[in-house]
């Protein structure tokens, strides 16, 4: 009996479920947008007039004015029964700010931020291809191994915010090649497609290396070496095999740059619209903000469609017959992968125990003093020790972040056993950006470090559920796999020996390396006063308390940079030399 009639024969999931996730997921998450204002505890006829006019008073009257032409009296249920009867009709509203129509204004931004992804996500595949080439290139000798990725996340971990002013700096005010802000031709994208695009990058990249490693494993590989199939044919079908499982992931990755991109959008003045979304959050502009979310989850969904498609098409038949190879070995490490290793753990070894030897606190040491034997890595905008900074916040930014990565693994491993009902929240969780989050997070529970990881984790989880999903769908499409029923192994065997083993170890290495952007989105977040405050001695915050001044004392911003880079080398190359023990 082959696999194919069993798996046809198996019980066919309900057709609905993926709509009836993606229907619930987004009018969960509307529903709670709607209710913003009033979660906050602020007044929202307060904010909107501030946002309307900063030097009219707030009397009484004025504010009574604001409900009564608001309607914020009814209630959030009422308000949002409105805006969904007008959204029934196309009507997305009036700006509660501006006066303008919501429509027309968002139609613009998300024009912009999809021009803006697109160039972005074209840096990504440049970056992409140039970190999976020597992977390629091992597998068509025939010796496979496994890098450890350094080059990938050491560009995973540099935050997008210091990258666009790195790149402003010398690009727009050094060299003048570009313009320095704006939206009006596509030179004004080149600066912000670069800081959006060389992160993803790294991580597609990162991602797609391991997985062409893992595919020239598998014994078919041998099959067309002996036949005398040529390079770029074998070249081609390594690709095809290796991106299916990839492909959910990669288009989160494309749909979280186009409403993620809030603090690249701001330094470059781009008018996207993750900033026209996040900008409506602040100012509790509701109509704007509750119509920027839906296109934002428009956007995820569309995304994930497309790329469960495309997935479908490479893997053809084999998807369906459960005719899906399985590596027969695990790739060899490179021989450099201890050298990285040990270079990474040293870097991070000096920079916390020098620095657990300073005060993270005193302001003695004169400001923005530059690096000196005494002062190695200079002093900070207050006069403190930067190396002292960075030793005492290793333990809250480290700790944190693996706590986080822990949460988003396991909750991701969960969800992701489920893929069909977990498809909407998946796509909802990836759409909305960190940033968002933290607004709804802290509006309940007050800016803090707690709240800053809450905002983390619900949106974390979303890419790592995704993999798992992916990856546990070709699990169940190998043959081994297939046939185990007829051998009398039950499904919890089947899922815990058979199933799991092969999926935790590509999904361990990619929440390795997350752990970078975990600390950077703790950052941004605490950047906003959503997160860690200071004076915490906190990486990101360091680093964000350094931006403005990088372009004349570039010492603030290197050692939280050189820190978030050894931490993102130092988890992948060490994830790597475990799974080939």
């Not at 041998?222 to 990669?250: H, N, S, V, Y």
């Not at 034997?373 to 290793?394: Q, T, V, Y």
Request: aromatic letters at 4%; a positive charge; one cysteine or more.
């Amino acid at each position: 009996m082959t696999a194919a009639p069993l798996l046809k024969a198996g019980p066919r999931p309900f057709p609905g479920v993926t709509a009836l996730s993606r229907i619930g997921a987004a009018a969960a998450v509307i529903a709670l947008v709607g209710v913003l204002p009033w979660l906050s505890g602020r007044d929202p006829a307060l904010t909107v007039l501030r946002g309307r006019s900063a030097e009219q008073e707030a009397t009484p009257e004025a504010l009574a004015a604001v409900r009564e032409q608001l309607g914020l009296d009814a209630g959030p249920l009422a308000l949002l029964g409105r805006w969904l009867s007008g959204l029934l009709r196309g009507d997305l509203g009036t700006s509660w700010v501006s006066g303008r129509p919501v429509l027309p204004d968002l139609l613009t931004a998300t024009g912009v931020s999809l021009t803006l992804t697109a160039f972005a996500g074209l840096v990504a595949a440049v970056v992409a291809g140039l970190l999976t080439l020597p992977a390629l290139r091992a597998a068509l000798r025939g010796t496979p191994r496994r890098s450890g990725g350094a080059g990938a996340a050491a560009l995973t971990a540099l935050p997008e915010f210091l990258l666009a002013s790195v790149l402003l700096i010398v690009g727009a005010v050094g060299l003048r090649a570009f313009p320095p802000y704006g939206w009006d031709s596509a030179h004004h994208a080149v600066l912000p497609s670069l800081a959006l695009g060389l992160p993803a990058g790294g991580l597609i990249g990162m991602l797609l290396a391991d997985a062409v490693s893992r595919t020239a494993g598998e014994p078919w590989t041998i099959t067309w070496a002996t036949a005398g199939a040529g390079r770029a044919r074998t070249a081609a079908a390594l690709l095809r095999r290796a991106l299916p499982a990839l492909l959910p992931q990669i288009g989160l990755v494309l749909i979280g740059l186009t409403g993620g991109g809030v603090a690249v959008e701001r330094v470059f003045a781009v008018p996207g619209l993750g900033r026209v979304t996040l900008g409506a959050a602040q100012t509790q502009d509701l109509p704007v903000l509750q119509g920027g979310v839906l296109i934002l989850l428009v956007l995820g969904v569309v995304a994930g469609i497309g790329a469960e498609l495309l997935r479908r098409a490479l893997l053809g038949p084999a998807l369906r017959s459960g005719a899906l190879p399985v590596a027969a070995h695990a790739p060899a490490p490179h021989r450099g992968l201890w050298i990285t290793t040990g270079v990474a753990t040293l870097v991070l070894t000096v920079l916390v125990v020098a620095g657990l030897a300073g005060d993270p606190y005193a302001a003695d040491r004169g400001r923005l003093t530059a690096p000196s034997w005494d002062l190695p890595l200079g002093a900070d905008a207050s006069g403190r020790d930067l190396l002292a900074r960075l030793g005492h916040g290793a333990a809250t930014t480290i700790g944190t972040a693996l706590l986080l990565c822990a949460a988003c693994l396991l909750i991701g491993l969960v969800v992701g056993l489920l893929p069909r009902a977990a498809t909407g929240p998946i796509e909802m969780a990836n759409a909305a950006p960190p940033v968002l989050a933290g607004l709804l997070v802290v509006a309940v529970t007050g800016p803090s470090t707690g709240a800053a990881a809450a905002a983390v984790l619900l949106v974390g989880w979303a890419p790592l559920a995704a993999h798992t999903a992916a990856l546990v769908v070709e699990a169940r499409a190998q043959p081994y796999v297939a046939i185990l029923p007829v051998l009398g192994v039950g499904r919890a065997r089947t899922l815990w020996c058979h199933i799991l083993p092969g999926v935790l170890g590509p999904l361990t290495r990619h929440a390795l390396l997350r752990i970078p952007g975990i600390a950077l989105a703790l950052a941004a977040l605490g950047f906003l006063g959503l997160g860690p405050q200071p004076p915490t001695p906190d990486w990101g915050l360091v680093l964000s308390e350094g931006m403005p001044y990088v372009e004349r004392a570039p010492w603030t911003a290197f050692g939280p940079c050189l820190s978030l880079v050894a931490l993102s080398v130092l988890t992948v190359t060490a994830s790597a030399l475990r799974r080939s023990r």
